[in-house]
Antibody
Framework: QVQLRQWGAGLLKPSETLSLTCAVN????????WTWIRQPPGKGLEWIGE???????NYNPSLKSRVTISIDTSKSQFSLKLNSLTAADTAVYYC??????????????WGQGTLVTVSS | DIQMTQSPSSLSASVGDRVTITCRAS??????LNWFQQKPGKAPKLLIY???SLQSGVPSRFSGSGSGTDFTLTISSLQPEDFAAYYC?????????FGQGTKLEIK
């Protein structure tokens, strides 16, 4: 059974860079879309972007200029970097595995989530 | 971006009730629609993918239907553990977008 475990700094200052890592335990790395999603406190979910093992990437246009998703297949890990942080980036950040079935992408499993607070 | 609108935003129901949550897309998304359940402090859990396919391990009281722009999630007989927030998500085109959520509360 595949499990995702994530970690990273939880308190950052405005203008700093968020850096989170997600480790994939128990499954293959190829053939999937490695995805990040965030959720501001008390609010809904926002898809940040995805990267597959071949390097193909899709980002949310609202964040595209500030976000980078990278993959390290040797460590079975993928990472998120988001720069030029503001208070609006305060959220719980989740990693997830995307899989395509009958042409439809589904997200499962998810990491446990990391609360990132941006405050001076 | 494709806008996803859920209704209602909140819902009060009792154990044993049949509950339906609706999700509408701003354009046709075929069956590229997933449903998630989220409990407080936890990551979302996939319930339904491709509009009507039940994810492995999810109880059969959950079902999904719809195609095009209108979709529904039905819980046939509410159990105490079903009180949570529910989100739809379209994966027809990026950026993949979520509905605003439906909070299901105990009456």
């Amino acid at each position: 059974q595949v499990q995702l475990r994530q970690w990273g700094a939880g308190l950052l200052k405005p203008s700093e860079t968020l850096s989170l890592t997600c480790a994939v335990n128990g499954g293959s790395f190829s053939g999937y879309y490695w995805t990040w999603i965030r959720q501001p406190p008390g609010k809904g979910l926002e898809w940040i972007g995805e990267k597959d093992h071949s390097g193909s990437t899709n980002y949310n246009p609202s964040l595209k200029s500030r976000v980078t998703i990278s993959i390290d297949t040797s460590k079975s890990q993928f990472s998120l970097k988001l720069n030029s942080l503001t208070a609006a980036d305060t959220a719980v950040y989740y990693c997830a595995r995307g899989r395509m079935i009958r042409g439809v992408t589904m997200l499962d499993p998810w990491g446990q989530g990391t609360l990132v607070t941006v405050s001076s | 971006d494709i806008q996803m609108t859920q209704s209602p935003s909140s819902l009060s129901a009792s154990v044993g009730d049949r509950v339906t949550i609706t999700c509408r897309a701003s354009q046709s998304i075929s069956n590229f629609l997933n449903w998630f359940q989220q409990k407080p402090g936890k990551a979302p859990k996939l319930l339904i993918y491709a509009a009507s396919s039940l994810q492995s391990g999810v109880p059969s009281r959950f079902s999904g239907s719809g195609s095009g722009t209108d979709f529904t999630l039905t819980i046939s007989s509410l159990q105490p553990e079903d009180f949570a927030a529910y989100y739809c998500q379209q994966t027809y085109s990026t950026p993949y977008t979520f509905g605003q959520g439906t909070k299901l509360e105990i009456k």
